[in-house]
């Protein structure tokens, strides 16, 4: 504790500054997301349908594209998933399709060609966007009951991510992970990151008794490594529409989909992973 006070002492006013502002603004989106999870499942649903739309609009602004399509059909397939007359294959289906289509789009990140025709098309939203914040949706009712331990887990590992990559990379980082796409992205800060998010993990075993440590340490490692993919795949996007921030709602941090864009990636390989665990146990 005292060398990190130490680190932060000799930073510049400015950078003392950008962390009060992130972490006051990370404050308050974590305890209105944590309010809505252990309100009620219905909160939680309507935060993250919210959540999605808003996503949605800075998106399409950031590939220019102006359209009321992908409102209509995210907010009809929302609706479709969380229904008790959706077909018991459905929800499974959504999980693998965002899977495949992300592993598509971490392909695109080394492909400079295939990305710049993605870019125009309504694909990237149907089944990046949408998908991934369906499965955000659907990680809670993995077994059928809604689970707010689970979910807030979820979303504590990303933010333990992001708090300890951001932290050890600014401190320690000297090797760039792929400055093409994300100039401040250390090796150092992703391996802070994933060291972060396993002692959390662990740590989330003890509480969260219901998902074994093992499930936990799974989660914790997948969601550091696709949690950083996903924000570089962001990055890819902002940096060809040369802009720093998908929007401004939130100080410190840019728009949602600027916060969201670990767990948007991460949530079909999470919401897969609970899918198999719970069927082959």
Same mark, same amino acid.
């Given at each position: 504790?005292?060398?990190? &006070?130490?680190?932060?002492?000799?930073?510049?006013?400015?950078?003392?500054?950008?962390?009060?502002?992130? &972490?006051?603004?990370? !404050?308050?989106?974590?305890?209105?997301?944590?309010?809505?999870?252990?309100?009620?499942?219905?909160?939680?649903?309507?935060?993250?349908?919210?959540?999605?739309?808003?996503?949605?609009?800075?998106?399409?602004?950031?590939?220019? $594209?102006?359209?009321?399509?992908?409102?209509?059909?995210?907010?009809?397939?929302?609706?479709?998933?969380?229904?008790?007359?959706?077909?018991?294959?459905?929800?499974?289906?959504?999980?693998?399709?965002?899977?495949?289509?992300?592993?598509?789009? $971490?392909? *695109?990140?080394?492909?400079?060609?295939?990305?710049?025709?993605?870019?125009?098309?309504?694909?990237?939203?149907?089944?990046?966007?949408?998908?991934?914040?369906?499965?955000?949706?659907?990680?809670?009712?993995?077994?059928?009951?809604?689970?707010?331990?689970? $979910?807030?887990?979820?979303?504590?590992?990303?933010? #333990?991510?992001?708090?300890?990559?951001?932290?050890?990379?600014?401190?320690?980082?000297?090797?760039?992970?792929?400055?093409? #796409? *994300?100039?401040?992205?250390?090796?150092?800060?992703?391996?802070?990151?994933?060291?972060? *998010?396993?002692?959390?993990?662990?740590?989330?075993?003890?509480?969260?008794?219901?998902?074994?440590?093992?499930?936990?340490?799974?989660?914790?490692?997948?969601?550091?490594?696709?949690?950083?993919?996903?924000?570089?795949?962001?990055?890819?996007?902002?940096?060809?529409?040369?802009?720093?921030?998908?929007?401004?709602?939130?100080?410190?941090?840019?728009?949602?989909?600027?916060? !969201?864009?670990?767990? $948007?990636?991460?949530?079909?390989?999470?919401?897969?992973?609970?899918?198999?665990?719970?069927? #082959?146990?």
């Amino acid at each position: 504790m005292k060398l990190l &006070t130490g680190l932060l002492n000799n930073q510049p006013k400015h950078y003392m500054k950008e962390l009060l502002v992130r &972490t006051i603004s990370g !404050l308050i989106y974590m305890t209105l997301v944590l309010f809505a999870m252990y309100s009620s499942s219905q909160y939680y649903l309507i935060l993250t349908g919210v959540l999605g739309l808003l996503t949605l609009f800075e998106f399409q602004r950031l590939i220019q $594209i102006k359209s009321i399509v992908p409102y209509l059909l995210f907010c009809i397939f929302f609706y479709l998933v969380h229904t008790p007359q959706a077909p018991f294959w459905a929800t499974p289906l959504i999980g693998l399709l965002g899977v495949f289509m992300n592993l598509y789009l $971490i392909l *695109s990140l080394f492909d400079y060609a295939s990305h710049q025709r993605l870019e125009r098309k309504y694909i990237p939203m149907v089944f990046y966007i949408m998908i991934g914040i369906l499965c955000m949706g659907l990680i809670p009712f993995h077994n059928g009951i809604f689970d707010a331990h689970l $979910i807030a887990g979820v979303f504590v590992l990303i933010w #333990v991510n992001d708090s300890m990559a951001y932290l050890v990379g600014v401190n320690f980082g000297r090797r760039k992970l792929l400055e093409r #796409v *994300s100039p401040k992205k250390t090796i150092e800060g992703t391996l802070g990151g994933l060291v972060g *998010s396993l002692i959390c993990g662990a740590i989330l075993a003890q509480y969260i008794l219901h998902q074994s440590l093992v499930l936990w340490l799974i989660l914790a490692g997948v969601i550091a490594c696709f949690g950083t993919i996903g924000d570089l795949i962001q990055s890819k996007f902002k940096r060809k529409a040369q802009v720093k921030d998908s929007g401004r709602l939130l100080p410190g941090h840019g728009g949602i989909y600027d916060r !969201l864009d670990s767990i $948007i990636f991460v949530s079909p390989f999470v919401y897969t992973i609970l899918q198999i665990t719970y069927y #082959v146990s």
